[in-house]
Nanobody
Framework: QVQLVQSGGGLVQAGESLRLSCAASGRTFSSYAMGWFRQAPGKERDFVAGVSRSAAYTYYSDSVKGRFTISRDNAKSTAYLQMNSLKPEDTAVYYC???????????????????WGQGTQVTVSS
């Protein structure tokens, strides 16, 4: 089992940047694919970005491609989401998630993830 604790987030203006962190404890962090999702009020939880266990592969939703960067530091058991050129439509609660599926892949469906962080609010004002 793994526990995920998120940090970062907050209120920024459009065009600014934020970095979210997701620190894992418990079992070996490098055994998990990691993903970031977000959920705006009244909407479903959507995939934002994912990174494979080895960090060899990353994948982004079309809405954030070119602006967000997902990364991981297995030595520090932490995943990151660097968010640049933020837009008001990026406003949401952001969640990190870990998947223990046994392959070096990226997973875009929330149902593929076993563990979730507590969520952190990101608000972008225009």
């Amino acid at each position: 089992q793994v526990q995920l604790v998120q940090s970062g987030g907050g209120l920024v203006q459009a065009g600014e940047s934020l970095r979210l962190s997701c620190a894992a404890s418990g079992r070996t962090f490098s055994s998990y694919a990691m993903g970031w999702f977000r959920q705006a009020p009244g909407k479903e939880r959507d995939f934002v970005a994912g990174v494979s266990r080895s960090a060899a592969y990353t994948y982004y939703s079309d809405s954030v491609k070119g602006r967000f960067t997902i990364s991981r530091d297995n030595a520090k058991s932490t995943a990151y989401l660097q968010m640049n050129s933020l837009k008001p439509e990026d406003t949401a609660v952001y969640y990190c998630a870990a998947s223990n599926r046994n392959s070096d892949m990226i997973y875009t469906r929330a149902s593929n993830y076993n563990y979730w962080g507590q969520g952190t609010q990101v608000t972008v004002s225009s």
